[in-house]
Structures are given as structure tokens and as C-alpha cells.
């Protein structure tokens, strides 16, 4: 994933693609967190995070907090409708509510001890929804294989109910086997 996210990073700056650049760096992070709290496993018991980790959510935060700004920029210039518009402010803000939510246990502690498993989840479920939508924004709408917005739009379509129905389903699973 770290070759994924230089070579995004090279092409995006080479050929000035703002989108490859933001879901490089957002599918990053998200695995980035995904496979760190396998090593964070007992952060309810009072463990505490590396300052890498704190560096990547404080880094992925100020990132995305400038990619809100630049939608910002692009809605004073263009309108709220403009696709640079959306895409920076609705990334942006996607990019901040995981810094959020990877940074928040390091704050207040988790009660769970499953916290992990579901972070973990849902962190590398969120990097896989980010390749695919950049794999799909990027080769397939290139070559007319599908629509662009569909390209663009599906994973997360997909993706995100999907995930977010196993992660509510896996805790219920989790609480119930608590109780037993």
C-alpha cells in the first residue's frame, strides 16, 4: 500500500490530478490505521499510541482540513455544483471524520475490547473502497469501460452500507457473546 500511495502521489503531481492525490492519500491513511491498531490492541487498558500514530492523524487531518478550503475556493469561484466543489469538500470532509474517529481513542479510551476489530474493519474496508473508487475514477472512465460519475460513485454506494451494516451487526454479535 505505501508503493500504491507513492506512485498516486507521483502521478497525481505529474499530471496535476487533485482526485488521485486526495483518494491516494485518504486510502492510505485508512490502511495506515487499519493495520496499526493490530498493535493497539490494548488501548482500553491504558495503552498508548506510538507518536507515528498521532503524526498520521494530525497529518491526514490538516490534508484533508485543506482539501475542505480548497472546496471552499472552487465553490466562491465556480458554485457548490462544480465537481471540484464536491469531490474536496466531500472528500475533505471524509478524510477529517476518520482522523476523528482513528485519534479519538487515543483521547478517551475505548471500553470495549474488541475496539480493535472493528477499527480495523472498518479502516481497511475504507482503504479498499478508496482504491477501487480510484482504480475505477482512473482506468475505467479513461477507456469509456463506465460512466465516470458511476465510477466515481459505486464503491462508496456499495461500500459504505455495506460496511457499515457488518461493523453494527459484529458488535451486536460482540455484545451478545459479552452477556453470555
Do not use: C
Not at 482540513?65 to 465556480?78: E, I, N, P, R
Not at 480495523?120 to 478508496?130: E, F, K, L, S, T
Not at 466515481?152 to 453494527?168: A, D, E, H, N
Amino acid at each position: 500500500m505505501t508503493l500504491v500511495f507513492i506512485t498516486g502521489i507521483m502521478l497525481a503531481s505529474a499530471s496535476f490530478n487533485r482526485f488521485l492525490f486526495l483518494i491516494a492519500f485518504l486510502s492510505y491513511y485508512s490502511v495506515f490505521s487499519g493495520v496499526r491498531i493490530l498493535q493497539l490492541k490494548q488501548l482500553h487498558k491504558g495503552q498508548q499510541p506510538r507518536w507515528y500514530d498521532w503524526a498520521a492523524g494530525i497529518i491526514n487531518g490538516i490534508a484533508n482540513l485543506s482539501f475542505v478550503g480548497l472546496g471552499l475556493y472552487y465553490w466562491s469561484l465556480y458554485g457548490v455544483l462544480h465537481e471540484g466543489t464536491m469531490l474536496s469538500i466531500g472528500f475533505g470532509l471524509g478524510g477529517l471524520a476518520l482522523s476523528y474517529v482513528n485519534l479519538k481513542p487515543f483521547i478517551k479510551k475505548p471500553v470495549a475490547a474488541y475496539h480493535w476489530y472493528l477499527s480495523h474493519m472498518g479502516n481497511m474496508m475504507g482503504g479498499y473502497i478508496a482504491v477501487l473508487t480510484a482504480f475505477l475514477s482512473t482506468t475505467a472512465s479513461r477507456y469509456g469501460w463506465m460512466d465516470p460519475l458511476l465510477s466515481f460513485t459505486l464503491p462508496s454506494l456499495f461500500g459504505v452500507p455495506l460496511l457499515i451494516y457488518w461493523q453494527i451487526a459484529t458488535e451486536k454479535k460482540m455484545i451478545r457473546s459479552r452477556h453470555r
